[in-house]
């Protein structure tokens, strides 16, 4: 009985665990709901976990509500995109999608507004 109290501890811990799989997104710039002058600005999206970087993608939808995939570049942290345009007035949103590095895809929208500079 004694060896069997022992060993259900150690039998648990080898049980699959639920793990946290998704990526969530934890910050943005531009924030969410955010104004910002108009011009160039910079995106820059930090996740809980690790993404595969070159299998994301970033679309922003324009006022005229078209859309452009915005190019991703190299980031040094392995749970951050980062891209950029130049924008005119008008309300935009940008869509993320990731794929974490345990396979799940998640998606997500930053809306924000750009003003007159």
């Known amino acids: 009985m004694r060896l069997l109290l022992t060993l259900l501890p150690l039998i648990a811990l080898l049980l ?7 990526a969530i997104l934890v910050g943005s710039s531009p924030a969410l709901g955010a104004t910002l002058p108009a011009g160039h600005l910079d995106f820059h999206l930090r996740y809980n976990s690790r993404i595969d970087q070159g299998r994301s993608r970033l679309t922003l939808t324009a006022p005229d ?13 392995p749970d951050v995109l980062n891209s950029s345009a130049n924008l005119s007035p008008g309300a935009y949103v940008l869509r993320w999608q990731v ?6 895809i998640t998606r997500g929208d930053v809306p924000f507004t750009v003003t007159m500079p």
């Open 16 to 22: 699959p665990q639920p793990a946290d799989a998704h």
């Open 65 to 77: 509500h078209s859309q452009a995939i915005l190019p991703i570049t190299t980031a040094d942290a």
């Open 99 to 104: 794929l974490a590095v345990d396979g799940h």
